[in-house]
Structure formats: structure tokens, C-alpha cells
């Protein structure tokens, strides 16, 4: 498993978390296969498929990747 590491990552209101998701990816050392990872907030499993505006996410809320 990676070591723990914060990254920022810009959403707009329409953007899958799919690519929220493959963005965060990318941007860890090494870089982490996105169909391994899942967004979790509070503990909980997101729902890729929808864009960030649908999903019911504050702004400013610190998402965290979970890899398998």
C-alpha cells in the first residue's frame, strides 16, 4: 500500500468523480492504478458515476482514496 499523501484536486460542478478519482491518482508517487482506487467520504464508498455537484459533497471536504 502507498504511504499516506494529501494532494489537491480541482472539481468543477459537472465533472465525474471518475476523473476526480483518476486525477488524484495521477498525481501520487508512484502513481496508483484508478480502477484499484475508490473515493470515500465519512467512511463511505462514492458513487463514481455521478459528477460532483449530484453527489451531495460540501465544498472544501477532504476526500480520501482507498486503494485495494
Known amino acids: ?4 499523501q494529501r494532494h489537491a484536486v480541482k472539481a468543477t460542478a459537472m465533472m465525474p468523480l471518475s476523473a476526480m478519482l ?8 508512484p502513481a496508483l492504478d484508478p480502477t484499484k482506487a475508490a473515493l470515500v467520504h465519512n467512511k463511505k464508498p ?5 459528477p460532483f455537484r449530484l453527489a451531495n459533497i460540501p465544498n472544501g ?8
Open 22 to 29: 483518476a486525477e488524484a491518482c495521477a498525481k501520487f508517487k
Open 61 to 68: 471536504t477532504t476526500l480520501m482514496v482507498q486503494y485495494n
Open 46 to 50: 462514492i458513487d463514481l458515476a455521478l
Open 1 to 4: 500500500t502507498p504511504a499516506a
